[in-house]
């Protein structure tokens, strides 16, 4: 498995070798010790979760202020374009974002790790969407920033105004949001 540190080094994308022929594919999803040797530091997954949108959902950017969750997410049907966020205060990158483009068909992986806010927009007319994360969800902790944040100003791959949840569209802007020493 190939891992690359974006621009926010902080942030890896993964890329599998995918063995396939004219029966389908396999592919190694997860390996913890390789997994491990990418980030640089023990990384304990505790909880798996799955999502399915349709086109031009945006879910995030979303955070835990306390209980912060590193994520490491993929899409095993349709595309979305996946976002993260750099909330540490003390970070030579905060308030910069990465983003990438995640597909059942690259089958590539993006580990977010904790401090940064994520999210993600639908691009294909269905997308699946799966993520291990290392904290355990604390709605009290969630923090969600507005997906159009003039000072984050994400480069969103959409030409149209995107589907939110009610609490999505009451994300704060980074100048106002709380954020990670």
């Known amino acids: 498995m190939k891992a690359t540190p974006l621009a926010i080094p902080d942030v890896i994308?993964?890329?599998p070798k995918v063995f396939g022929d004219d029966r389908g594919f396999f592919f190694e999803s997860f390996n913890h010790r390789r997994f491990e040797e990418a980030v640089g530091k023990?990384?304990?997954?505790?909880?798996?979760?799955?999502?399915?949108?349709?086109?031009?959902?945006?879910?995030?950017?979303?955070y835990q202020i306390q209980q912060p969750q590193g994520k490491l997410v993929r899409v095993v049907q349709g595309e979305v374009f996946d976002?993260?966020?750099?909330?540490?205060?003390?970070?030579?990158?905060?308030?910069?974002?990465?983003?990438?483009?995640?597909?059942?068909e690259n089958k590539h992986q993006l580990w977010v790790p904790e401090g940064f806010a994520h999210g993600f927009v639908v691009l294909s007319e269905t997308a699946e969407f799966l993520y291990k994360t290392t904290d355990?969800?604390?709605?009290?902790?969630?923090?969600?920033?507005?997906?159009?944040?003039?000072?984050?100003?994400?480069?969103?791959?959409?030409?149209?105004?995107?589907?939110?949840?009610?609490?999505?569209?009451?994300?704060?802007?980074?100048?106002?949001?709380?954020?990670?020493?």
């Open 13 to 15: 994308l993964f890329e």
């Open 42 to 62: 023990p990384v304990n997954f505790v909880q798996d979760n799955h999502s399915r949108s349709v086109k031009n959902v945006l879910r995030g950017l979303h």
């Open 136 to 181: 355990y969800y604390a709605p009290e902790h969630e923090r969600c920033i507005i997906w159009n944040d003039i000072d984050l100003a994400i480069d969103w791959p959409i030409d149209t105004h995107p589907a939110l949840s009610g609490k999505d569209q009451l994300g704060k802007s980074l100048a106002h949001a709380d954020v990670f020493l």
């Open 83 to 104: 976002v993260a966020v750099d909330l540490r205060r003390s970070s030579a990158t905060f308030g910069q974002w990465v983003g990438a483009h995640l597909s059942a």
